[in-house]
């Protein structure tokens, strides 16, 4: 069993910072590739950034400069920096887990949070 509880969302002006976090439950949990997705009203979801256990990382080419993802593997917690804001960034923030194992089990299957808004004023 995997659960994934997000938090950091909110409203914040256009130039502003803000840091989402996701925590992932269980005990033995290894998760090689983490990331966050976002959906805005009307849109479909899309990839902001990603992370492997390794410190691997990617971004979307529109917050490449701004967002900065991390993690901490002991703490099983994912972090995203967003910095320089834009009302472009305005959406639902999901976490998303890949490759988890516990134990000896593997899970065939990725994981989501239950997602975090975030807003950004012009």
């Known amino acids: 069993q995997v659960q994934l509880v997000e938090s950091g969302g909110g409203l914040v002006q256009a130039g502003g910072s803000l840091r989402l976090s996701c925590a992932a439950s269980?005990?033995?949990?290894?998760?090689?590739?983490m990331g966050w997705y976002r959906q805005a009203p009307g849109k479909q979801r899309e990839l902001v950034a990603t992370?492997?256990?390794?410190?691997?990382?990617n971004y979307a080419d529109s917050v490449k400069g701004r967002f900065t993802i991390s993690r901490d593997n002991a703490k099983k917690t994912l972090y995203l920096q967003m910095n320089s804001l834009k009302p472009e960034d305005t959406a639902v923030y999901y976490c998303?887990?890949?490759?988890?194992?516990?134990?000896?089990?593997?899970?065939?299957?990725?994981?989501w949070g239950q997602g975090t808004q975030v807003t950004v004023s012009s």
């Open positions: 998303n887990a890949a490759g988890v194992s516990s134990g000896s089990v593997h899970y065939g299957r990725a994981y």
């Open positions: 269980g005990n033995g949990l290894s998760i090689n590739i």
């Open positions: 992370s492997t256990s390794s410190g691997t990382t």
